[in-house]
């Protein structure tokens, strides 16, 4: 079925339901700048923003630590002229406060904040440990690695602190790639200062970050190409929606029954009306599961709104076939597994020969062997290969990242680690269908399927099973889900 006769069903527009009107943006280090200036350019000085970002981080650090004695390590730049405001806030509440410089401020907003605080500065030789350290060395904009003994020096501060905080970015994070500059210690709380960053959801960077709150500091960002995968909001069914207006999603079926009939179960319990299975093996599944035979009629069924091929499809003769008649269709598409271990044989022209909407769900692993001409950082390569293959593409992870063709990404929140387990990227592959057949675009479907994905995860708990996470889909399910 085209998207455009989804218009012949107008019950279908009421449960069609995008994304949380303001998803989180996150801001690479340009865009940030960007913001900062537009502010600039609205009224605000280096100097204001200083003041706000100094101290909403203040507001948030003694939210979080209360109390508790705090050393603040001040870098040269304006990252560190946070940290003089951060400390003279605290030291305002009755905080007790230690700061410690790792050399003389250098830009004129970092050498006010400094002459406001009238604390002691000492050197970081001087510095004694506190139960509280607060990280304003470098933050955002960092491309070297930090000096040996200034590294020895964060770390034996950090061992001996009870709580870790980090302004903006810890200290020797790449803030747009991710990666780390130096072996740098884990924080328990970074504040981001106007926005997220990629290293705020990106691995490695993501884990040492611990938990991330965001500061406001009146940035306005509009239209941001990158955002954190949101809470979706998905509009419950009607007294007029009946079983094909809620979605038909197909499964096509193979060399491993298992695989598919996960996908077909994952699809059903994302809220598809109808769900079949075609062609494979009968095996045991919801009453409600159907079985059809594969053949081009089942195939050509116009009421499908969404075919699944690649779990369990198999790599041989008959897998190749199915998958060839597959992208012959006009469905939406979701192609995941084997069906992209096929895909690679005939290269990345038949990736872009696709016409329907189409979501493509690699692994590290498949994503290497399909693309394997792309290098550079995780959302880089995810970027770049969503514009070569015209495709939506979900490069499944930890830190699972979202790229469409025309630039627009997504990353999600942290995944529990549990979800490292067989099975599970083809429930992942059957929530995407569902969301497909709901009409949504492919781009949003995959965020919303990616965001459920993650909360039955988190639901389910540590110990689970593919089987577990299909389980809590519906308490998932029931948390995104709106009445008109």
Known sequence: MTISKLETLPQH????????????????????????????KRGSSVDDLMEKAGKVAASITRSFAGNMPALILCGPGNNGGDGYVIARYLEEWGIPV???????????????????????VTSLDEAQAAPLLIDALFGVGMSRSLDEDLLSKLKAFSKAASLRVAIDVPSGV?????????????????????ALKPAHRLEPASTLCGRVAVGDIGLTIQKPDLIEI???????????????????????????????????????????GYV???GGEAVSGPMALVHRS????????????????????????LGVQRLSMALDTSHPL????????????????????????????????????????????KLTRVTKAAELSGLVVVLKGADT???????????????????????????????????????????????????????????????????????????AFVEVTVTA
């Open 13 to 40: 527009d009421k449960i069609i339901r995008s994304l949380s009107p303001e998803p989180r943006p996150i801001l690479r280090l340009q865009a940030m700048r960007s913001a900062e200036m537009a502010a600039m």
């Open 98 to 120: 230690s700061v410690a410089a790792y050399s003389e401020p250098k830009t004129d907003a970092a050498k006010k904040a400094r002459s406001l605080f009238s604390g002691k």
């Open 174 to 194: 790449d803030t747009d790639k991710g990666s780390l500059l130096s072996d740098i210690p884990a924080f328990d709380l970074t504040i981001a200062i106007g």
């Open 230 to 272: 949101p809470k979706p909001r998905l509009a419950a069914p009607t007294p007029a929606d009946y079983k094909y207006s809620r979605g038909y999603v197909a499964i096509t079926a193979g060399a491993m029954a298992g695989a598919s009939l996960l996908s077909a179960v994952a699809a059903q319990r994302a809220g598809a």
């Open 276 to 278: 079949a299975l075609l």
């Open 294 to 317: 594969w053949s081009r009629e089942a195939l050509a069924d116009e009421r499908i709104n969404a075919l699944v091929i690649g779990p369990g499809l198999g790599r041989d003769e």
């Open 334 to 377: 979701v192609l995941d597994a084997d069906a992209l271990f096929l895909l690679k044989r005939e290269g990345l022209d038949c990736l872009r020969n696709i016409r329907q909407p189409t979501i493509i769900t690699p692994h590290e692993g498949e994503f290497k062997r399909l693309f394997d001409g792309i290098s550079g950082d």
């Open 401 to 475: 990242v979202i790229a469409t063709p025309d630039g627009r990404a997504a990353i999600s929140q942290p995944a529990v680690s549990w979800l490292a387990n067989a099975g599970t990227g083809d429930v992942l592959s059957g929530i995407c269908g569902a969301m497909l057949a709901r009409g949504m675009d492919p781009f949003d479907a995959a965020c919303a399927a990616v965001w459920l994905h993650g909360e039955a995860a988190r639901l389910a708990g540590p110990g689970m099973i593919a089987d577990d996470l299909i389980g809590h889909l519906r308490s």
